[in-house]
């Protein structure tokens, strides 16, 4: 089991598992550079996505002769009949907000789709 950074390889271990690897720069890239370093031909290589698809690093794995499968367990749903985006949105736009916080690359996204499709301008 490789590991994309800190945080991958406390969880990791926190469940009684090993790693056998940790990107350098917890990027991506980086970790996709290990594994072809160890030879993925013929293997299946299971990708947790984190909110971004990586297409080039997931077309490397698969150019090196790899099964790719993917998952992502981060994903942003619009609840129906809720207000709250849409009310973070405008109080955003209009200057409101002295911070606004981000915990997933999912959430930004769904938010800056949301705000295209309010024609609201984020600044």
């Given at each position: 089991m490789f590991v994309r950074g800190p945080k991958a390889r406390?969880?990791?271990?926190?469940?009684?598992?090993?790693?056998?690897?940790?990107?350098s720069d917890e990027t991506t890239a980086t970790l996709v550079d290990?594994?072809?370093?160890?030879?993925?031909?013929?293997?299946t290589v299971a990708?947790?996505?984190h909110g971004y698809t990586?297409?080039?690093q997931l077309e490397r794995l698969r150019m090196s002769g790899a099964t790719v499968l993917t998952v992502?367990?981060?994903?942003?749903?619009?609840?129906?009949?809720?207000?709250?985006?849409?009310?973070?949105?405008?109080a955003a736009c209009s200057g409101d907000l002295d911070v606004?916080?981000?915990?997933s690359a999912p959430a930004v996204d769904a938010m800056?789709?949301?705000?295209?499709?309010?024609?609201?301008?984020v600044s």
């Amino acid at each position: 089991m490789f590991v994309r950074g800190p945080k991958a390889r406390g969880a990791v271990r926190a469940a009684g598992l090993a790693d056998v690897g940790i990107s350098s720069d917890e990027t991506t890239a980086t970790l996709v550079d290990m594994l072809l370093q160890e030879g993925v031909r013929g293997k299946t290589v299971a990708v947790q996505l984190h909110g971004y698809t990586d297409v080039r690093q997931l077309e490397r794995l698969r150019m090196s002769g790899a099964t790719v499968l993917t998952v992502t367990p981060y994903r942003w749903v619009k609840p129906d009949g809720e207000d709250k985006l849409p009310r973070l949105i405008e109080a955003a736009c209009s200057g409101d907000l002295d911070v606004l916080t981000f915990t997933s690359a999912p959430a930004v996204d769904a938010m800056w789709s949301t705000a295209h499709e309010m024609a609201c301008t984020v600044s």
